[in-house]
């Protein structure tokens, strides 16, 4: 798995997140986040966040674009983007780098957005010692 994504897939994966965004169902934070996956095969799938009255309940976005991705019968990705279009860039939180995990290598690309600015890494910098089950 290669961290450089063409400006092409870039851009496919932004206007997913983006739209993705649009969707979210934020009423308690007013938060919203889009995110999308790219599998392995190069297929695109989007999610965006979906909170709950108890907030543990909540679904992040890219923990519903990996959904949609093994619902579609895929299990590995090579590349994420998160957008979000206030506050600081939306890092994705402890749980859904975890799960970026169970899908990916380290050297998958993971890329934060807002209108302002951008943010290039990778899932292994992210989180350089994930707990594994299986190597």
Not at 33 to 38: D, I, L, S, T
Not at 89 to 96: E, T, V, Y
């Amino acid at each position: 798995m290669n961290n450089e994504l063409s400006p092409d897939a870039l851009a496919a994966l932004s206007a997913a997140a983006r739209a993705a965004h649009g969707r979210a169902y934020a009423p308690y934070s007013e938060y919203q986040v889009g995110a999308a996956v790219r599998s392995q095969r190069g297929v695109i799938y989007a999610g965006c966040n979906v909170e709950n009255a108890t907030y543990g309940a909540t679904l992040c976005a890219e923990r519903v674009a990996v959904a949609s991705m093994v619902a579609a019968g895929e299990t590995e990705l090579d590349a994420v983007l998160v957008y979000t279009d206030g506050g600081p860039l939306g890092m994705p939180c402890g749980i859904c780098r975890q799960t970026l995990v169970e899908f990916a290598g380290p050297n998958c690309a993971v890329v934060v957005m807002s209108p302002t600015e951008s943010r290039v890494t990778t899932l292994g910098a992210l989180l350089p010692e994930p707990f594994k089950l299986r190597p």
